[in-house]
């Protein structure tokens, strides 16, 4: 028994100790995103949380890390992607992002997310250290969550269950019949019949979800109607998905008769077109749409490049990132390049550099955690050779609360093993 309790009290002073441990770097470019930079500055860890930023730290610390000549950011988050849900897009068994049935809002894409998924390490190794996995569906797909890029299990992960609900707003663009139109082509009464009827579809699920939440105490639980009860009770946001201007416009004046929602909306590829409206409503855009296409041949071939700009100069708050296409969750590494274009037309460095860290936190309701380098918040950092927007700069060191992370991926393993190949006589 003796031996037993000094065995105890060791290991609850070595977890101290190891509580304790602080660690200071010193002599980074520390781009607070919040408060400007400092060059050089200073930032002490502790408890997994950043404890001071400053010029310069006398404080005394456990470990001292030398960062003179990089620079140090806040951990990227990618607002909206399938990353931990499709592994490889030709393999249906290692894709977990659609759930079948229109609507399914009790559905929690974290709940479904490959901890082991190698295309985590590849999206870490490039400064992202958090990521927010969509549901896919057809039409109310269910609740994202708040996940870090690391960890052996998904409640390790898991930071915040609940960021968003996701509606995917129906197709609104007409399929014009012309003369050698194949005979299955749809009138344009008929799609537009059709069209209304998806959205009248959306209207009904909503007005039943509302009226559930009156319902009297002691009902039966149901788990769709309990999901949407944050949603219309406007404590939840209600993520609209929509691309064109058809779509965005009446997914607006959808929402303008439910004032409570707090709405965001996603993909927003024409959304600069009604920047100012959306402005004035005060809904944030996660524009994903930054490398698309020009969607119309009289469009300007920088229309999607100057997008961000244009929204952000009309006062929307404005995330960037990857989206939801058939590659996304491989190309996550390139966020900080999506957002390093929508600079280099327009959109100034640092709303550019907020846009994908402290935006996307406040968006998802982690502000007060993520998305900055200030003290008490979460020690997600990063330090760079240059600035991240800078394709050029490289990776060195990257902490996730306060614990330093390999940056070690599958792209290095098989560099180095194909390195060290025996060689031909």
């Known amino acids: 028994m003796e031996k037993l309790s000094l065995s105890l009290a060791t290991l609850l002073a070595l977890t101290a100790a190891a509580a304790a441990d602080t660690l200071l770097l010193r002599g980074a470019t520390v781009h607070t995103v919040s408060h400007g930079i400092l060059a050089p500055g200073d930032v002490l860890i502790k408890d997994e949380r950043i404890a001071a930023v400053a010029a310069h730290l006398d404080q ?65 190794a490039n400064g992202i250290t958090h990521f927010v996995p969509v549901p896919g569906g057809k039409l109310l797909a269910g609740t994202s969550g708040l996940l870090a890029a690391r960890g052996w299990t998904l ?5 915040r269950r609940q960021t ?22 749809k009138s344009l009464e008929d799609q537009s019949r059709e069209r209304l009827e998806r959205v009248r579809t959306i209207e009904d699920f909503f007005r039943e979800a509302e009226a559930w939440q009156k319902r009297t105490p002691g009902s039966p639980t149901v788990p769709a109607w309990e999901a949407m009860g944050p949603v219309v009770r406007g404590e939840l946001p209600l993520m609209i998905h929509a691309q064109g ?20 909306l996603e993909g927003g590829r024409d959304a600069w077109i009604l920047a100012k409206e959306i ?24 229309v999607q490049f100057r997008a961000p700009a244009v929204l952000h100069q009309a006062g929307v708050v404005t995330a960037i990132s990857e989206g939801l296409g058939r590659f996304s969750a491989s190309s996550q590494r390139n966020l900080p390049y999506s957002a390093a274009q929508a600079a280099a037309f327009g959109l100034p460095p640092e709303a550019a ?20 380098i200030e003290p008490g918040k979460d020690a997600s950092l990063f330090a760079a050779t240059g600035d991240i927007l800078d394709i050029r700069s490289v990776v060195k060191h990257l902490w996730i609360s306060g614990v330093a992370q390999s940056l070690a991926t599958r792209h290095t393993r098989l560099a180095e093993r194909y390195r060290s190949r025996p060689q031909a006589k």
């Not at 068994?93 to 998924?117: C, K, M, R």
């Not at 409640?155 to 930071?159: A, G, I, K, S, V």
């Not at 550099?353 to 900055?372: F, R």
């Open 279 to 302: 402005a004035e409503r005060k809904i944030p855009v996660i524009y994903s749409e930054v490398f698309a296409l020009p969607a119309s041949s009289a469009d300007a071939y920088d």
């Open 155 to 159: 409640e390790d992960m898991t930071l």
């Open 164 to 185: 968003a609900m996701h509606l995917f707003w129906p197709d609104h663009s007409l399929n014009i019949p012309g003369p050698n139109a194949a005979e299955k082509t």
């Open 245 to 264: 201007l058809r779509e965005i416009r009446a997914a607006l004046q959808w929402s303008a008769l439910r004032p409570q929602l707090r709405v965001v």
């Open 60 to 124: 005394p610390a456990d470990r001292t890390l030398d960062l003179q000549g990089l620079h140090l950011f806040p951990g990227l988050i990618s607002a909206a992607t399938d990353l931990g849900l499709v592994e490889i897009s030709g393999i249906r068994a290692s894709l977990d992002d659609q759930e079948t049935g229109e609507f399914t809002p009790e559905i929690q894409s974290w709940t479904a997310v490959n901890p082991d998924s190698e295309l985590i390490p590849v999206t870490r």
């Open 353 to 372: 550099l907020a846009a994908i860290t402290l935006i996307p936190a406040q968006i998802h309701g982690m502000g007060d955690t993520l998305g900055s």
